[in-house]
T-cell receptor, first 114, second 111 residues
Framework: DGGITQSPKYLFRKEGQNVTLSCEQNLNHDAMYWYRQDPGQGLRLIYYSQIVNDFQKGDIAEGYSVSREKKESFPLTVTSAQKNPTAFYLC?????????????FGDGTRLSIL | GENVEQHPSTLSVQEGDSAVIKCTYSDSASNYFPWYKQELGKRPQLIIDIRSNVGEKKDQRIAVTLNKTAKHFSLHITETQPEDSAVYFCAASSEGTALIFGKGTTLSVSS
């Protein structure tokens, strides 16, 4: 959906470095989500946010942090504490949530270690 | 918490055949079950969803069935075409909980 924009498309991280993945939506959705996708693992939830200034940990939040200062933006920081960050990261949003709502995804960011 | 199991992990069919992908869930409170299709290198896209007050839903060549008693739901694709080749994910959620996804099924349709 053109309404969710993730950037950059590719990102490289050095040892000990924090990197931030951007996610912006213009769908006026209240809820936003971050997923990590590894081959054969499906989509695993990192964090989600129901409203501005509120967010909840998902199943694999360790080594990640988020903020939700604006309704349209939900950036994800991969910290140096995340020892295996190489993965495909997907941002999603839903009109309300979580739960019981269709989610719309961005095109993803592929993160690799240098 | 919710756990979603998806089978098979890979499925190969001939063009024109039907394909069936099955998912089971653990949380009896789950009441929303979407299916997503992800083509190589692209974003997952919602193809069909079903809520717990309905047993079956159809959209052209795609149908989803839900058995709440057995806690499983299935995706049925009829008259498969090469462009149906992709990874398909099922998911489940209840009110106030985020979607939990299965691990995906890679469908290959050969002509």
């Amino acid at each position: 959906d053109g309404g969710i924009t993730q950037s950059p498309k590719y990102l490289f991280r050095k040892e000990g470095q924090n990197v931030t993945l951007s996610c912006e939506q213009n769908l006026n959705h209240d809820a936003m989500y971050w997923y990590r996708q590894d081959p054969g693992q499906g989509l695993r939830l990192i964090y989600y946010s129901q409203i501005v200034n509120d967010f909840q940990k998902g199943d694999i939040a360790e080594g990640y942090s988020v903020s939700r200062e604006k309704k349209e933006s939900f950036p994800l920081t991969v910290t140096s504490a995340q020892k295996n960050p190489t993965a495909f990261y997907l941002c999603a949003s839903s009109q309300a949530g979580p739960g019981n709502q269709p989610q719309h995804f961005g095109d993803g960011t592929r993160l690799s270690i240098l | 918490g919710e756990n979603v199991e998806q089978h098979p992990s890979t499925l190969s069919v001939q063009e024109g055949d039907s394909a069936v992908i099955k998912c089971t869930y653990s949380d009896s409170a789950s009441n929303y079950f979407p299916w997503y299709k992800q083509e190589l290198g692209k974003r997952p896209q919602l193809i069909i969803d079903i809520r717990s007050n309905v047993g079956e839903k159809k959209d052209q060549r795609i149908a989803v069935t839900l058995n709440k008693t057995a806690k499983h739901f299935s995706l049925h694709i009829t008259e498969t075409q090469p462009e149906d080749s992709a990874v398909y994910f099922c998911a489940a959620s209840s009110e106030g909980t985020a979607l939990i996804f299965g691990k995906g099924t890679t469908l290959s349709v050969s002509s």
